[in-house]
């Protein structure tokens, strides 16, 4: 049946692919088998109309949704609330005690040394990485043209391009491929019920196997070991890439340097990070547009007006506001990273409520980003929202997170975002395909459930 809500009076939808949030409680059995499901299921239709919620599934947790409380968490008071032990539990395997895991002075050299990795000019110095990829995932797009093709399989082949090219630039025996495969199947397996265990439901839940496949991980690292040795002999290359860029990287406080594995590690970070959610991006970012051809029409005419026949490149993202704001827009209603969670150390109010040290608690940016005390019509699709940036509360949007823990990678992501969305939208058109509106599923990031398929025609 229609959603009466999104729909009018001819059964024509107006709002874009969203998750159902349920609006009754629901017991420790519910939970699970929503969990498996869709993990954003547990998150209450309320969620998006209170600021804070508490509960207790096996444990304490709260979500909040709350600007000012959310400042607290992440800034403010963030050495009180670090990350939740289960997060680190789903990634250490994959990534060590890297940046996007380790805490206190640990986490903090890493974060001092790798920071200047990601400079302005350094970002901007690799875009050509990203206009290439951009072009050759348009002549892959030119090949579909006239039918309907999974532009998320699509998205993932050119994100995963610019981040393998960007980390260990090929001619180092870098097999992209079984990288890419063992990232994959970590992914697939280990995450994909992480809110479970962050909700407390006990052990004896069955889940899907944690089975990591361990030969594929460990063969990952040692290619990866390879790579950076042989790239220690060799020197940087003209354009230095991540890698040298870390390579040559120390901490300004003590002048530490990253050993090999560290190296690794970090790298490996980077491309979990960064390659799939830039994937995600992009292929809801061409689905929204699909869906409002209204605003791919307007951005097609601004792509084509600053590109021409050329594809895009760090330049021309001043001139792309519109592409730039329907990216914003995207990162509102799907934000890849739609959960973050904290463990509680001490005890603590937000929202007048007590936590105590142990209490999980849950950041839901996915509710947050379609709250209605934060957002007009919050499920709508409307760049326009971000045509004045400044009128945003920077606590209700957090896309990338924020303080001293905000994602490394978020202006990298965003110049590469822009690059490919506009050198696509300048030179094909995108068409919803009836009956195959894209399901969004939580598993360690909000993924379209069979992937993003639209009808690819010449622009
Ligand atoms: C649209 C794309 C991306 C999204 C939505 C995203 C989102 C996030 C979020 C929400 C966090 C904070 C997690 C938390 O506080 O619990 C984070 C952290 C991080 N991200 Fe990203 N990210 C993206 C792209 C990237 C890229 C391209 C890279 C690297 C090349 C990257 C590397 C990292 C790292 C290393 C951290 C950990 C930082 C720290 O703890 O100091 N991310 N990201």
């Known amino acids: 049946m ?12 107006h709002l874009p692919a969203r998750v159902p949030l349920h609006n009754t409680p629901m017991g420790i059995l519910a939970t699970a088998r929503a969990g498996r499901r869709n993990v954003l299921e547990l998150i209450p239709e309320i969620a998006t109309r209170q600021p804070m919620l508490s509960g207790r599934t096996g444990k304490r947790w709260h979500m909040v ?43 903090l050299w890493q974060r001092r040394t790798a920071a200047p990795v990601f400079s302005h000019r350094n970002v901007a110095a690799l875009a050509p990485v990203m206009t290439a990829a ?51 199947d970590y992914i697939g397996q280990a995450a994909k019920v992480s809110l479970l265990d962050i909700l407390g439901v006990p052990g004896w839940v069955p ?12 063969e990952m690292k040692r290619v990866a070991d390879t790579a950076i040795e042989s790239r220690r002999m060799t020197g940087r290359r003209d354009i230095p890439d991540l890698l040298d860029l870390l390579l040559e990287g120390e901490d300004p406080k003590t ?26 991006t992009l292929s809801w970012a061409l689905y929204l547009c699909a869906f409002n051809p209204a605003v791919q029409t307007e951005a ?5 007006a600053v590109l021409g026949e050329r594809a895009a490149t760090a330049a ?35 929202c007048g409520r007590e936590i105590r040290p142990g209490d999980t608690v849950v950041l839901p940016i996915y509710a947050l980003h379609r709250h209605h005390m934060l957002w007009e019509n919050p499920d709508q699709f409307d760049p326009s929202r971000f045509a004045d940036p400044k009128a945003i509360d920077r606590f209700a949007y957090l896309p990338f997170g924020d303080g001293p ?31 195959r509106a894209p399901k969004p599923v939580m598993i360690l990031t909000l993924r379209p459930e069979g992937g993003v398929w639209l009808g690819v025609d010449p622009a």
């Open 207 to 218: 889940r899907p196997g944690r089975l990591l496949s361990g030969r594929a991980m460990r």
């Open 255 to 280: 002048g530490r340097k990253m050993n090999t594995s560290e190296l690794r590690d970090n790298l490996l970070t980077f491309i979990v990070a960064g390659h799939e959610t830039t994937a995600l």
């Open 316 to 350: 021309d993202i001043a001139n792309l506001p519109l592409t730039r704001r329907i990216i914003d827009e995207t990162l509102r209603l799907y934000p890849p990273a739609a959960f973050l969670s904290r463990t509680a150390q001490v005890a603590d109010e937000l």
């Open 65 to 107: 949704m709350d600007p000012g409380a959310l400042k607290r968490v992440l800034r403010d008071k963030v050495e009180d609330y670090p990350k939740s032990t289960v997060t680190k539990l789903i990634l250490e395997q994959a990534i060590g005690d890297s940046l996007f895991i380790a805490e206190g002075a640990e986490w």
């Open 134 to 184: 951009a072009e050759r995932s348009s002549q892959r797009i030119t090949a579909a043209h006239g039918r309907a093709a999974d532009m998320f399989a699509e998205m993932v082949a050119a994100t995963f391009e610019v981040i393998s090219d960007v980390t260990f630039s090929g001619g180092e025996g870098f097999g992209r491929g079984a990288v890419h495969r063992a990232i994959e």
């Open 300 to 304: 097609r005419a601004e792509a084509q």
């Open 2 to 13: 229609p959603d009466p809500q999104s729909t009018d009076a001819q059964g024509i939808s």
């Open 405 to 435: 823990r905000i994602c490394i990678g978020a202006n990298f992501a965003l110049q590469e975002a822009v690059i490919i969305l506009a050198t696509l939208l300048a030179r094909h058109r995108f068409s919803t395909v009836e009956a």
